[in-house]
């Protein structure tokens, strides 16, 4: 029960139902989901030891605020995970939760849902390393993909932030579908450093302020 509780509040996070520096309530949360507080307490335990929550004396439990440093160090895992997933690639591989996550990004475009965009674009990669077929791998970056929504509150466009990167998924699913490892990472290594520099902008100018 603890281990569903947290994977459903660090969707929640991933989804970005939830913003840094949000404090979340144990009661208010206990009685929406019919869970004891215990349970409650064991599952923020979980998500702090993730660094998703933090736990502040005497004030309760905060959605944690990243750093720039944070931000950096996430980035260098994606690269490794996403990379190293399709770096290998000889023949095509079965990418139907890839093409489903683009599928629901065009939605969402249409839609004008920028936050929902932004969950399809976090799936298609959270897919690109299910490539590698290590259950390991894919909880780390299920990890670092909520910890990676806490910085795009950072961003006053997120249309800006996730729009012009659908084509640029389509273009690395077209290259995975041919089999080309070698093509795939390289769209991926410069995707992953291009992101990386506007997430870093967007967050130091709001700390400027």
């Known amino acids: 029960m603890v281990e569903q509780l947290a994977d459903l509040l660090r969707g929640r996070i991933t989804e970005g139902h939830y913003k840094p520096g949000e404090r979340l309530a144990e009661d208010a949360i206990g009685t929406s989901l019919k869970v004891s507080r215990n349970t409650v307490r064991e599952a923020f335990r979980l998500l702090t030891h993730e660094r998703l929550l933090v736990h502040e004396l005497n004030r309760g ?117 041919t089999g080309d490892g070698a093509g795939a990472e390289d769209l991926l290594r410069t995707y992953l450093n291009d992101s990386e520099h506007q997430l870093v902008e967007a967050y130091q100018a709001v700390a400027t302020r």
């Open 61 to 177: 439990v905060f959605v944690r605020k990243l750093t720039v440093d944070d931000l950096v160090d996430l980035y260098r895992v994606r690269t490794l995970l996403e990379c190293g997933a399709v770096r290998d690639l000889t023949a095509p591989p079965r990418t139907t939760a890839m093409a489903s996550a683009v599928a629901d990004a065009q939605a969402a475009v249409l839609a004008s849902d920028w936050r929902a965009l932004g969950t399809a674009n976090m799936l298609f990669h959270q897919a690109i390393t299910a490539l590698a077929g290590s259950p390991r791998m894919n909880e780390i970056m299920r990890g670092v993909l909520a910890e990676l929504r806490l910085h795009f509150h950072s961003m006053n466009d997120p249309r800006r932030l996730h729009e012009p990167y659908l084509a640029r998924n389509r273009d690395i699913l077209a290259m995975i579908e």
